[in-house]
């Protein structure tokens, strides 16, 4: 479903995490064994979904023959108040996994809705929002998949797809010249590096860079970096990005956007599952 994802994997290691050794002891004592359950997934606010198929495996694990209907796909914008999909089966089962999937559609739905507000806000300016590195460990592929389906492009996915040379590689190496140098001479084809001054912008350039990513540099200085590398290699703004300040960035002219606080800082979509005497279609 997801390049990279083991969403059977997930799915074990989530649950495991909920029932523990004991189960869940709640639904197993108030809940009859032959009960059965008819609920509707809905949305709070508006929002941009993710995760929802995700969360549907929750549901499928514990109960196979749960019925359930999506009524909207990952990346579509809801309403508040709209249902997201509709489900029936065994009681004692789908209660078991609400947590865990509401969990996981609504920490992946924020980030999709917190991403979409930042494209947004440079819409019609010809920048690209791109994600980070700054994760939830172990759920990097996740987070940058909710990033997609908000409108942003994935930067790097690790430390392997690229050469990313920041302030503590130069510091050890001795300056931005030599170690993007020595990326370039270990056959690396996409240099990244990061400078914070304009006169680090040559240096870099004639050394083999490819991309380079303008670190906490005020609009002005951005416009200026954006004219003295004159398109020769992509630009990347980046560091303390809000959206407040993030239009202003783009009008600069650089071509990406790079904002940590999309996996970061994206608050939890308020997504609930409500019981709803109907079957999953919609029907008595």
Do not use: C
């Not at 996996?263 to 997504?271: L, R």
Request: charged fraction near 20%; charge should be negative; glycine fraction near 12%.
């Amino acid at each position: 479903m997801i390049a990279g994802f083991d969403l059977d994997a997930f799915v074990t290691a989530v649950l495991a995490e909920d029932l523990g050794e004991g189960g869940d002891v709640t639904s197993a004592a108030v809940i009859p064994a032959e009960a059965r359950f008819a609920g509707a997934m809905d949305s709070r606010d508006g929002i941009t979904v993710a995760g929802l198929e995700i969360a549907a495996a929750f549901f499928r694990r514990l109960d196979p023959q749960v019925e359930i209907v999506s009524l909207v796909a990952d990346g579509d914008r809801v309403a508040a108040g709209d249902d997201l999909m509709r489900l029936a089966g065994n009681a004692r089962a789908l209660l078991t996994a609400e947590r865990s999937a509401l969990n996981t559609v609504q920490h992946l739905s924020g980030i999709a809705t917190l991403t979409h507000a930042y494209v947004e806000r440079i819409a019609g300016t010809g920048a690209t929002l791109l994600d980070t590195r700054k994760t939830v460990p172990g759920l990097r592929v996740l987070e940058k998949y909710a990033t997609r389906m908000g409108g942003a492009k994935n930067h790097r996915m690790g430390l392997w797809d690229a050469a990313m040379i920041k302030d503590n590689h130069v510091a050890v190496a001795g300056s931005v010249g030599e170690a993007t140098r020595r990326a370039r001479d270990a056959g690396i084809a996409e240099i990244i590096v990061e400078v914070d001054r304009i006169n680090q912008i040559a240096p870099a350039l004639d050394a083999g860079a490819t991309h380079l990513l303008l670190d906490n540099m005020p609009p002005a200085m951005l416009h200026d970096a954006v004219a003295l590398v004159d398109g020769r290699v992509p630009t990347e703004a980046s560091g303390g990005v809000t959206l407040e300040t993030i239009r202003g960035i783009a009008e600069t002219g650089v071509t990406y956007i790079s904002v940590g606080r999309l996996t970061q800082s994206a608050p939890a979509a308020d997504i609930g599952l409500d019981f709803a005497p109907q079957g999953p279609g919609g029907g008595a």
